[in-house]
Structure formats: structure tokens, C-alpha cells
């Protein structure tokens, strides 16, 4: 099963940037389409973007402007890059590789283990 650990996330100022990382171990990252979810609190968790294997971005309508998503299967990461950050993007954001399957074999995806990003002045 894949391994997933989010870089530390952190406090923005309104119209601020902050590009999160997500780094995978202990499978073949290249195979596993790849997301960033968040939740805030009271809130359900909702999809922010999501990467496939062989690179196309998929965007809930909401997020496509001021978020990107990016992958560098060499490193083994998953990057999201989020831009004219508001305080209403404040979350728990999680990483997330879903589950596969290649030929006869399925890859059991996982979640990452989330990382708080406060946008405040």
C-alpha cells in the first residue's frame, strides 16, 4: 500500500500563495491517480483536484481558478499549488492516491494524514 506524507501547511494572508506537497512511498507512485481533498470544520470533506496517471487535472468547478495541481513522478509527489488564497479555503487539506487497477492487479490507494492551512490576517 502506498504511503502518503503532507508537507507542513501554515498560516496565509488573505490573497496569499502556499504550495502543498504530498510524498509517496512504498509503491509505484507513477501508476495511482492522485487528489487533494479538504474539510474544514463542520463542513464534509470536498475534492479539490485531482491528477491521473498520465497527467490530466480534473477540477470541481469551484477550485479551477486559484488551484493547480501538479505531479513529478521522479520525486514521488504530488504538488498543490493554491493561489489568491481566502479565508474560506481554510481546511485540513489531505492528499489522497486512489485505488488502481493495472492488468490483474489492484493497488490499494490511501490517504495522507492531512495538513492545516489557515488563510488570516
Known amino acids: 500500500q502506498v504511503q502518503l506524507v503532507e508537507s507542513r501547511g501554515g498560516l496565509v494572508q488573505p490573497g496569499g500563495s502556499l504550495r502543498l506537497s504530498c510524498a509517496a512511498s512504498?509503491?509505484?507512485?507513477?501508476?495511482?491517480?492522485m487528489s487533494w481533498y479538504r474539510q474544514a470544520p463542520g463542513n464534509e470533506r470536498e475534492l479539490v483536484a485531482t491528477?491521473?496517471?498520465?497527467?490530466?487535472?480534473v477540477y470541481p468547478d469551484s477550485m479551477k481558478d486559484r488551484f493547480t495541481i501538479s505531479r513529478d513522478n521522479a520525486k514521488n509527489t504530488v504538488y498543490l499549488q493554491m493561489n489568491s488564497l481566502k479565508p474560506e479555503d481554510t481546511a485540513v487539506y489531505y492528499c489522497?492516491?486512489?485505488?488502481?487497477?493495472?492488468?490483474?492487479?489492484?493497488?490499494?490507494?490511501?490517504w495522507g494524514q492531512g495538513t492545516q492551512v489557515t488563510v488570516s490576517s
Open positions: 489522497r492516491a486512489h485505488n488502481m487497477v493495472v492488468g490483474a492487479t489492484t493497488y490499494s490507494g490511501s
Open positions: 512504498g509503491t509505484i507512485f507513477s501508476i495511482y491517480s
Open positions: 491528477i491521473t496517471a498520465d497527467g490530466r487535472t
